[in-house]
C-alpha cells in the first residue's frame, strides 16, 4: 500500500483526486457525498456574483454510439447565496477536516472585490484559494473569468491582490484559450501565485441539431458558445501541463485538470508534472463512486512499480518533454505484422495505402490464405497501422537499429553553421 | 389454447434489432477491407458499407445496399444460413464474436419496409422484352436487374402473388408475407409486369411466349412433395409439407390440430417448418422421422436447434413403411421400421438399411410428408429443354438451355450436383442470368446495326 497522500503548493489531501469546481461540487451535501466516497478534495464551486443561469445548460460529444466523449457547458459560476456556501464549507470542513477544500473564486478585477472575499472564505476554514481565470462564457462578457486570463497583465495583479490578503495557498486556475499558456502561467507566478491549476474548458460548440437547426445546447432557441471539457480535452490539457511544467520559469507546482477518468489518466498528468489532478466530467458521466477504482488502481500501479510515495511520480516524464527540434532523426521503427494474431481484417492495409506510404501487401500463401506483409524498406514508422488494427499484439512498432549516430534537427543546424563558417573561412 | 394464441403462434419469432443494438452492433463492425464476409454471400452484398451506413443514421443507403446487391435481401435476413455464410467468415469469429450480419440487414430492410421506400427507379427502355417464368427469388432477381438495365419484363406467376417460397414456403414466424410482398414491390416499381394466376401452359401457351419476347427465362422452381411410395397416402390427415406450410400463410389458422399427435417424414428445413408449424397449430407431440442421422440431415444448424426448442422429438433411423387408417379412411397410425446406415451413395451420404422384423407402430393424427420436391417436368418438356430428370441443362457462363433462346436459373437448374438450394444463391442465379440475357441480347443489336 503506496502513500497517496499529496501536499500541493501547502494543500494537503489524502489522496490526488480532487472534484474540480463544477456542478458536482455545488453544496455542502455533495461535496460531503463525494468525500464520503473516497475523493481526497474538492475545489467547491465557483463563488461570487451574480447568481444567475439559463436552461438547458449542458451537451455532450458521442462518438460512435460512446456517450460523453466529450462534454459541454453554458452553466455559469455558483446559483447559491455566499452566506449558503460559508456555512455549508464551514460544515463541512468541520466534518472533513482531513480532506482538501478550496474555495474557487471570481470577481470583478478589482483590489477591494478580491480582499473582501478572501477574507471571507478564509474564515470558514478553507484550505486554499484557487482563482478563476477560465470560464469562457458568461463572466467572461463581464470581465471576469477568461477575460481576465486572457491577459497576462490582468492574471499577474489579480493574483497579487489575493496574495496581498490570503493567509492559505493561492492556485491560479489557467484558460487554454489563449495562444501560449505559459504566459500567463508566468503572470500568475510573476503575481506571487502559489500554484496553478489548468486547464479550464474550452471555447466550444457542442453541436447543431440538424433537423432543427438550433444550437446544441439551445436557450429557447438560441445558443453561446460553452466551454468543452471530457475525454476529448485530454491531450490538450497534458500538452498544456508539460509545457508549463518544463519551463524553468514557472515553478509552482500544478493542478493538472482535463478529460482525467481514470487512474492511468491521473498517472499520465502527474508524469507530466501535475501535483495531483482534479476531476470533473468522469463524476458527472457515472457519479462520485468512481473514485473508488482510481484510488485502488493507482495503489496497485505504484505498489507494482515499487513506489512508495505518489509524490513521487511527479514530473517523472517531463524531461522527455521537449521540442521538435531535440528529436533524432536517425531513429527507426517499422511495423511488423503478426499474422498468427492478424484476423485479416485488412484495415491497416487499406489505411496505408489510402492515407500513408503503400507499404503492407496483402498476399496469399501456398494454400491460398491471405496474410499481409510490411515491406520495411518503405514504412516510415508512422504508427497508423497498429493504430488502426483492431487486435492487441497483431502489429508490433519495432525499432531498426540505425548505422548513424543520433543527430537531432538542432544538432544538424548547428553542424551545418559551423561547416559554412569554414567555408567562410576558407574562401576568405 | 385459444383461438388467439394459435394465430400469436405464427407471429415473427425473433422481434428484430432494437434501435439501440443495432446501433451498438453497427459500431462494432470493424469495417474490413475486402472483408471475407462479402466473398462469403452468394450476392456479394457490401456488409461492411451497409453495416456502416446503420452506424451514421442512413438506413435509406444501406437498404439500398443491401438490396442492390439481392433483391430478396429483407428475406435473406431471415432466412440464410448466416452461420454458415456471412457470419462464419467475419473475421471478429477469430477475436471476439461475430457481427449479427442477417439481424442487422434486418434492421435495414425492416426499416425500408416500414418506410415504404421505393429504392430503385427503371431504366431507360430499350425497346426489347423478356418474359420470365416464374416469380419466385430467381426470377424476382432477374426481373430487378433487367428492369433496371431498361428491358420491358413480363413475369407469369401461377400463383395469387409472386415471391414463390418467400411468399408460400417458409413459415410465418420466420419469414411474414408482407416481407416478401414488399419485396415483390421493389420489383413492379421497375415497371416489371407481374401476371399473376397465371400458369404457363394453361393460361397462356409456351409458344405465345416463345413469340413474343426476345427472351425467356425458366425460373419455375420446384413442384410439390413427392408420394412416399407406401399404402396409405391417400388417407384422410395425409399432407404434402408445402401445400401445409402454404395454408398457414394463406389461410385463416386451423385449429384441427391442436391437442393431436402429428409425424414429419423427412430432416430438411421444410420437414422442420411442418413440424414447428404443427406445433404451433396446437399438435401434443410431433415427431420428425429420418431414415438417416442428424449426421446426413440437411436441414440448417439453427432450424434443427429452433425444432427442437420448439418441442420437436426427432426419431433417427426411422423410416415409414405404411399408414394406417380407420374405417373413415383418417389416418390413425403408421407403420414405421428402424435402419442402419450402410456405405455410402453415389451423393456420398450413407445409405439407410432397414433392420428386419424392427417394425413398429406409432400411434398418430397426421402425417406430414417433407421428402423433397418434385419437379415441373410437364412444362420444362413443352418448352423442350434438355433436363436430367427435371434439373434443367444449362451453359453454366449464359445461363441458356438447350433451346438458345430461353434461360434458366433457381431450383429449376438445381440438383444432379448442379447449383444451391438456398434462396440467396437462387437471387444470384436470377441476377446473373439477367447479365447474360443482357449480354446476349446486347450482342445481337449490335450485329444488326
Avoid at chain 1, 473564486?105 to 484550505?127: F, S
Avoid at chain 1, 437547426?213 to 466551454?227: D, E, M, Q, R, S
Avoid at chain 2, 417460397?165 to 417458409?170: A, D
Avoid at chain 2, 385449429?255 to 417424414?265: Q, R, S
Wanted: aromatic content about 6%; proline content about 4%.
Amino acid at each position: 500500500m503506496a502513500d497517496l497522500q499529496i501536499n500541493l503548493a501547502g494543500i494537503q489531501s489524502p489522496n490526488p483526486f480532487w472534484l474540480a469546481s463544477a456542478p458536482p461540487t455545488n453544496s455542502g451535501y455533495q461535496v460531503q457525498r463525494a468525500f464520503d466516497a473516497g475523493w481526497g478534495g474538492a475545489v467547491w464551486k465557483t463563488l461570487g456574483d451574480p447568481i444567475l443561469n439559463v436552461s438547458s445548460r449542458f451537451a455532450a460529444v458521442s462518438f460512435n454510439g460512446q456517450k460523453v466523449a466529450g462534454f459541454n457547458n453554458i452553466e455559469l459560476i455558483t446559483d447559491r447565496p455566499l452566506e449558503v456556501n460559508l456555512q455549508e464549507i464551514y460544515e463541512t470542513k468541520k466534518r472533513f477536516p482531513n480532506h482538501a477544500i478550496i474555495a474557487s473564486l471570481m470577481v470583478e478585477p478589482k483590489q477591494e472585490k478580491w480582499h473582501e472575499i478572501v477574507k471571507r472564505v478564509e474564515d470558514v476554514g478553507v484550505d486554499g484559494l484557487e482563482l478563476n481565470f477560465g470560464c469562457p462564457h458568461g463572466m467572461a462578457e463581464r470581465g471576469m473569468g477568461s477575460a481576465s486570463g486572457q491577459v497576462p497583465e490582468l492574471v499577474e495583479k489579480q493574483t497579487y491582490w489575493v496574495k496581498e490578503a490570503a493567509q492559505t495557498p493561492v492556485i491560479v486556475k489557467l484558460t487554454p484559450n489563449i495562444t501560449d499558456i505559459t504566459v500567463t502561467a508566468q503572470s500568475a507566478a510573476n503575481g506571487g501565485a502559489d500554484a496553478i491549476s489548468m486547464i479550464n474548458t474550452i471555447n466550444s460548440l457542442a453541436g447543431v441539431d440538424i433537423h432543427t437547426w438550433n444550437t446544441i445546447p439551445h436557450v429557447a432557441g438560441k445558443g453561446a458558445h460553452g466551454g468543452y471539457c471530457g475525454p476529448a480535452v485530454k491531450p490538450i490539457a497534458l500538452n498544456m501541463v508539460g509545457e508549463c511544467a518544463r519551463n524553468p520559469r514557472i515553478n509552482i507546482p500544478i493542478s493538472g485538470i482535463g478529460g482525467i477518468s481514470s487512474w492511468q489518466d491521473a498517472v499520465e498528468f502527474m508524469l507530466m508534472g501535475a501535483t495531483g489532478v482534479q476531476v470533473c466530467t468522469a463524476a458527472m458521466h457515472h457519479g462520485f463512486r468512481i473514485v473508488e477504482d482510481m484510488i485502488e488502481g493507482l495503489d496497485h500501479y505504484l505498489d507494482d512499480k515499487g513506489i512508495s510515495s505518489v509524490m513521487d511520480l511527479i514530473g517523472k516524464s517531463v524531461e522527455k518533454y521537449s521540442d521538435w527540434g531535440n528529436l533524432d532523426l536517425n531513429y527507426k521503427i517499422v511495423a511488423r505484422i503478426n499474422n498468427d494474431i492478424c484476423i485479416n481484417c485488412n484495415k491497416c492495409h487499406i489505411a496505408c495505402e489510402d492515407t500513408s506510404h503503400q507499404c503492407i501487401d496483402m498476399l496469399k500463401d501456398e494454400t491460398g490464405k491471405g496474410y499481409l506483409q510490411v515491406r520495411e524498406d518503405d514504412c516510415v514508422g508512422c504508427n497508423l497501422c497498429s493504430i488502426v488494427c483492431p487486435v492487441d499484439g497483431a502489429i508490433d512498432m519495432v525499432e531498426i537499429p540505425s548505422t548513424l549516430p543520433p543527430m537531432t534537427w538542432n544538432e544538424r543546424q548547428a553542424a551545418l553553421g559551423a561547416a559554412s563558417c569554414n567555408v567562410d573561412v576558407v574562401n576568405k | 389454447m385459444s383461438y388467439e394464441d394459435l394465430q400469436q403462434n405464427f407471429n415473427e419469432v425473433f422481434p428484430g434489432l432494437t434501435n439501440q443494438e443495432a446501433i451498438e452492433e453497427s459500431n462494432r463492425c470493424l469495417y474490413c477491407y475486402d472483408p471475407p464476409c462479402i466473398q462469403a454471400c452468394p450476392t456479394g452484398i457490401d456488409i461492411p458499407t451497409f453495416i456502416k451506413k446503420i452506424a451514421s443514421g442512413n438506413l435509406k443507403g444501406s437498404a439500398k445496399t443491401i438490396m442492390t446487391a439481392n433483391p430478396v435481401g429483407a428475406s435473406c435476413s431471415r432466412v440464410c444460413p448466416t452461420e454458415e455464410l456471412c457470419e462464419g467468415a467475419c473475421v471478429l469469429n477469430h477475436s471476439t464474436k461475430p457481427i449479427m450480419i442477417g439481424n442487422l440487414q434486418r434492421y435495414a430492410t425492416d426499416w425500408a419496409i416500414k418506410n415504404q421506400q421505393v429504392l430503385f427507379k427503371p431504366g431507360k427502355k430499350n425497346g426489347r422484352k423478356v418474359a420470365i417464368v416464374g416469380g419466385g427469388p430467381a426470377g424476382l432477381a432477374a426481373a430487378r436487374e433487367l428492369g433496371l438495365l431498361g428491358y420491358n419484363v413480363t413475369i407469369f406467376e401461377a400463383e395469387k402473388h409472386a415471391g414463390g417460397l418467400n411468399t408460400y414456403g417458409i413459415v410465418s414466424f420466420r419469414l411474414p408475407q408482407d416481407i416478401s410482398y414488399w419485396e415483390v414491390k421493389q420489383v413492379e416499381s421497375l415497371d416489371v409486369e407481374i401476371k399473376t394466376n397465371t400458369r404457363v401452359g394453361k393460361d397462356i401457351s409456351v409458344k405465345e411466349i416463345m413469340d413474343n419476347y426476345d427472351a425467356v427465362l425458366l425460373a419455375i422452381g420446384m413442384a410439390s412433395v413427392p408420394n412416399l411410395g407406401i399404402v396409405g397416402e391417400d388417407l384422410d390427415g395425409v399432407y404434402d409439407a408445402i401445400d401445409f406450410v402454404k395454408e398457414t400463410k394463406t389461410k385463416p389458422i386451423s385449429n384441427t390440430f391442436l391437442g393431436k399427435k402429428v409425424v414429419v417424414i423427412g430432416a430438411g428445413n421444410t420437414a422442420i417448418d411442418g413440424a414447428t408449424c404443427s406445433i404451433r397449430l396446437g399438435a401434443e407431440n410431433v415427431k420428425i422421422l429420418y431414415r438417416r442421422t442428424s449426421e446426413e440431415m440437411t436441414a440448417y444448424e439453427f432450424e434443427y436447434e429452433f425444432a427442437k426448442q420448439d418441442g420437436v422429438e426427432f426419431r433417427w433411423l426411422t423410416a415409414p413403411k405404411r399408414i394406417i387408417g380407420n374405417e373413415d379412411g383418417k389416418v390413425i397410425g403408421i407403420e414405421c421400421i428402424k435402419m442402419k446406415l450402410g456405405k455410402s451413395d453415389d451423393d456420398g451420404r450413407a445409405r439407410p438399411i432397414p433392420i428386419e422384423g424392427s417394425e413398429f407402430i406409432l400411434e398418430v393424427d397426421a402425417v406430414i410428408k417433407a421428402i423433397g420436391q418434385s419437379r415441373y417436368n410437364q412444362l420444362i418438356e413443352e418448352f423442350q429443354l434438355e433436363h436430367n430428370s427435371g434439373v434443367v441443362k444449362i451453359d453454366q457462363q449464359t445461363y441458356q438451355t438447350s433451346n438458345a433462346k430461353v434461360y434458366a436459373c433457381g431450383d429449376v437448374i438445381f440438383g444432379k450436383g448442379q447449383g444451391e438450394a438456398m434462396v440467396v444463391s437462387a437471387a444470384q442465379q436470377g441476377k446473373d442470368a439477367a447479365y447474360a440475357i443482357h449480354k446476349q441480347l446486347s450482342k445481337t443489336s449490335a450485329e444488326t446495326a
